[in-house]
């Protein structure tokens, strides 16, 4: 992955070196996954438990991005540590009656944004697709009885949203949508889960240009 990271960032220099306007800048931001779901339902023994997304803490990520201008329109690419937090509330079904406790877990990857946009008035306009690449994570629902965690070293989605610049400043607002489902990591005894609701993220970042 740093191999294909450098890679990607010295062609980019390379390609756009003699076209157009070129900037350099640093970006870093928040961002909230944007989650309603059901929840998840399995055995362990004679137990019934229901795993409830509960809320998610604000992420936050930061790196460089770098922008083209030509024809009006703007390529922006970016390489970005991204870290996000999701609280779960693990329900436990038994004659005692319901028992809740808090879980929590706590993802990093590296992100690769590419967005195309160009100004509409004072505004950008701007979408792309974005490639999230696992690092790796902490979680406490390692304390339930055979949960192991599958991440796959890299998931898709989409960027769509609006953006404003203010001198060295760039201010972004995004909608991300993923191809994943959210928690499609979670396997207990063998069996795969995952929540109806895909991956989505609010994010919100301010760039700085060199």
Same mark, same amino acid.
């Given at each position: 992955?740093?191999?294909?990271?450098?890679?990607?960032?010295?062609?980019?220099? &390379?390609l756009?070196?003699g076209?157009?306007? @070129?900037?350099?800048?640093?970006?870093?931001? /928040?961002?909230? !996954?944007? %989650?309603? +779901?059901?929840?998840?339902?399995?055995?362990?023994?004679?137990?019934?438990?229901k795993?409830?997304?509960?809320?998610?803490?604000?992420?936050?990520?930061?790196?460089?991005?770098?922008?083209?201008s030509?024809?009006?329109?703007?390529?922006?690419?970016a390489?970005l540590?991204?870290s996000?937090?999701?609280?779960?509330?693990?329900?436990?079904?038994?004659?005692?009656?319901?028992?809740?406790?808090?879980?929590?877990?706590?993802?990093?990857?590296?992100?690769?944004? &590419?967005?195309?946009?160009?100004?509409?008035? @004072?505004?950008?306009?701007?979408?792309?697709? /974005?490639?999230? !690449?696992? %690092?790796? +994570?902490?979680?406490?629902?390692f304390?339930?009885?055979?949960?192991k965690?599958?991440?796959?070293?890299?998931?898709?989605?989409?960027?769509?949203?609006?953006?404003?610049?203010?001198?060295?400043?760039?201010?972004?607002a995004?909608?991300?949508?993923?191809?994943?489902?959210?928690?499609?990591?979670?396997?207990?005894?063998?069996?795969?889960?995952?929540?109806?609701?895909?991956?989505?993220r609010?994010?919100?970042?301010?760039?700085?240009?060199?």
């Amino acid at each position: 992955m740093k191999k294909f990271i450098l890679s990607t960032l010295t062609c980019l220099c &390379l390609l756009t070196s003699g076209y157009g306007q @070129f900037e350099l800048g640093v970006k870093a931001g /928040v961002s909230s !996954f944007d %989650l309603a +779901s059901e929840g998840i339902i399995f055995k362990d023994g004679n137990s019934d438990y229901k795993l409830n997304f509960s809320n998610a803490e604000y992420g936050v990520h930061f790196g460089v991005y770098s922008r083209i201008s030509f024809l009006g329109i703007y390529v922006e690419p970016a390489v970005l540590f991204n870290s996000n937090t999701v609280n779960f509330d693990l329900e436990v079904l038994s004659e005692d009656g319901p028992f809740n406790t808090l879980k929590s877990e706590t993802y990093r990857n590296v992100d690769i944004p &590419l967005l195309v946009g160009t100004k509409l008035g @004072f505004f950008r306009l701007q979408a792309g697709p /974005v490639a999230h !690449f696992y %690092l790796d +994570s902490t979680s406490d629902l390692f304390s339930i009885n055979g949960y192991k965690h599958n991440f796959k070293s890299a998931t898709y989605g989409g960027q769509i949203g609006v953006g404003v610049d203010f001198w060295r400043f760039r201010l972004d607002a995004l909608y991300e949508t993923n191809l994943s489902k959210f928690g499609e990591h979670i396997e207990i005894d063998g069996e795969e889960f995952a929540f109806d609701d895909g991956a989505d993220r609010v994010v919100l970042t301010l760039g700085v240009r060199f």
